[in-house]
């Protein structure tokens, strides 16, 4: 991937400035391409990553496969469009293997995932199997570490 | 019962070799809290899995034994490889490399092979702490050749051919640079090896950061013409591979000087850890694209360390190798020495004064980027904190522009 779009990802609040530094170029060639990224809808938009580990009052956060009948020339899409409408809701994938959709959905405690589940998704016509999976512990979003990283271990040298 | 005099039983060569200067102040920072080290001189990477799966490995087939002195005969064959493919060398395996306990025991047999009582070594500065001592446990003397920021830090024909005396014996070449992080470009090499083809000095090559360059690929003093036979080229695995902790590396040159070395070696290490010469088998074979990797990584932060010097009004030459910048804080009135202090005080966080590495590196710090990014941009923004407090004037100006 380009180093510009690593650099992003890693830290979205990087400035132009110190982004053209660290890249050994000009802050309009960074302005530039994080435009054209922009544009061509590659660059979707700048998020914070939460830790709702941390985060109080607490979160719970659920992967909920389903297994769904695809409508004739529709395919998956419709089924899928109904379900990312949702807003808690953070996310949709079509799968390969075992089951179709995979749904990751936050809300505020187990029961209001186990009745989106039941009242939201199980009643939808083309779904024929919902099987719920509770997050229990973050350890990496997002190519970020989310537990308080360990010590650095080196020793100071002059090597 | 006569008690112990450690004082006459110890040898007065170790007596007088100096402590080093930085501990006391690493004790101190050891000590606070909430203190963040740029003083680190080894990678924050971890050697790449495919490594140390082949050092499980081999303790899983109990490779457990001692290896040949000089080495693995197939890791010997493999730095010859790699010699010839990423810097042009050409040694043989049989008799022209030795693999030792990382490239400090190599310079370590290096100087001691070469040196008899009274010998001079010439020594670039600023520079890695080992050599000077090294030399005078050998019976030699450490000549000190200053090197200057104006120069980037290079060694000039000149000051090498001033200091050049009936007793030169050796000259250590320690580029890419610790902790100036200066490289010699083949013109400056041609300009040396110019002066020591008309001597008979030999050349200790220190190209341990040779796979750490950022504008352009190392170029060795051994691949000019005539240099190879006055050339001991130390290289390792430590900083291209992140195995540091492995301490592994390698000396290669012509068999008359490796093989007397060899003894020394023999008898005083008898071989390189056998688990960490089958790793580096591996690392050889497979790992260009790992090395590469790390370069850009620590490219991206050298450019930022050097922009954020710059910004904050300090003038900052731009190092081209290793994982080291080493900003001039002259501007700030302050001693290399009076600098670390205060900034370890004021704001908790610990660089190595200029002075650690020679009296030529005084008014300068070293700054190591073996670290994250997050982790060094809070230091920074501390470090401006710290320099903003010491000239309230000039400091509006500057933080203006940097925000």
């Known amino acids: ?159 | 019962m006569t008690p112990v005099d450690y004082d006459s039983i110890l040898s007065k060569k170790a007596k007088d070799i100096k402590p080093s200067g930085i501990r006391r102040y690493f004790d101190v920072a050891n000590e606070m809290e909430g203190v963040i080290s740029l003083g680190i001189g080894e990678p924050d990477f971890k050697t790449p899995w495919v490594i140390r799966k082949a050092g499980m490995d081999s303790l899983a087939q109990g490779k457990t034994q001692y290896s040949a002195n000089s080495g693995l005969a197939d890791l010997r064959v493999e730095i010859t490889n790699y010699m010839a493919r990423r810097f042009g060398l050409v040694y043989h395996p049989q008799d022209e490399v030795v693999v030792t306990v990382g490239g400090s025991e190599a310079i370590d047999i290096c100087i001691r092979t070469v040196l008899d009582n009274g010998d001079e070594v010439l020594i670039p500065e600023p520079c890695f702490v080992c050599y000077a001592p090294i030399v005078t446990l050998s019976g030699g003397k450490a000549v000190a050749i200053p090197t200057k920021a104006e120069n980037k830090f290079r060694l000039t024909a000149q000051e090498l051919r001033e200091k050049i005396t009936d007793r030169t014996k050796l000259l250590i070449l320690p580029y890419p640079n610790n902790p100036t992080g200066a490289v010699m470009r083949r013109e400056d090499l041609e300009e040396i090896a110019a002066v020591l083809r008309e001597h008979n000095i030999l050349v200790l090559s220190d190209e341990i950061y040779a796979e750490l360059t950022y504008n352009g690929r190392h170029v060795s003093i051994a691949s000019l013409p005539g240099m190879r036979e006055r050339c001991v080229v130390i290289n390792g695995f430590s900083k291209a591979y992140a195995m540091t902790g492995w301490r592994l590396g390698f000396a290669a040159g012509p068999a008359p000087i490796i093989q007397q070395m060899l003894k020394i070696h023999q008898y005083a290490i008898m071989c390189a850890p056998t688990t960490s010469q089958y790793a580096a088998i591996q690392a050889l074979k497979n790992c260009d694209d790992d090395i590469q990797m790390m370069v850009d990584e620590y490219n991206i932060r050298r450019r930022f360390l050097v922009d954020g010097f710059r910004r904050m009004g300090l003038s900052c030459f731009e190092p081209e190798g290793a994982f080291y910048v080493f900003p001039s804080i002259k501007s700030t009135g302050l001693s290399s020495d009076e600098f670390c202090e205060q900034l370890l005080h004021a704001q908790r966080v610990a660089v190595i004064p200029g002075t650690a590495f020679g009296a030529s590196g005084e008014g300068h710090v070293r700054v190591s980027y073996a670290y994250s990014l997050k982790h060094l941009d809070e230091a920074l923004k501390r470090i401006q904190r710290f320099i903003e407090s010491l000239t309230p004037v000039k400091a509006g100006k500057t933080a203006s522009h940097v925000l």
Do not use: W
């Open chain 1, 1 to 159: 991937m380009d180093k510009l779009l690593k650099l992003l990802q890693e830290n979205a609040r990087f400035s132009n400035e110190r982004l053209a530094a660290m890249l050994g170029t000009t802050e309009q060639d960074v302005a530039e391409r994080i435009e054209k990224y922009e544009k061509e809808g590659i660059i979707k938009g700048y998020q914070v990553l939460v830790n709702y580990d941390k985060l109080r009052p607490e979160h719970v956060t659920a992967i909920i496969e389903l297994k769904v009948t695809p409508k004739r020339n529709l395919g998956f899409e419709e089924i899928a469009r109904t379900i990312m409408m949702y807003d808690e809701v953070e996310s949709v994938y079509l799968m390969s293997g075992g089951y179709d959709l995979s749904v990751r959905v936050t809300a505020k405690d187990f029961k209001d995932v186990a009745m989106f589940v039941s009242h939201r998704l199980a009643i939808l016509d083309s779904v024929l199997s919902t099987a719920t999976h509770f997050i229990l512990s973050r350890y990496k979003e997002n190519g970020v570490i989310m537990y308080d990283e360990p010590e650095d271990e080196r020793g100071v040298t002059l090597l």
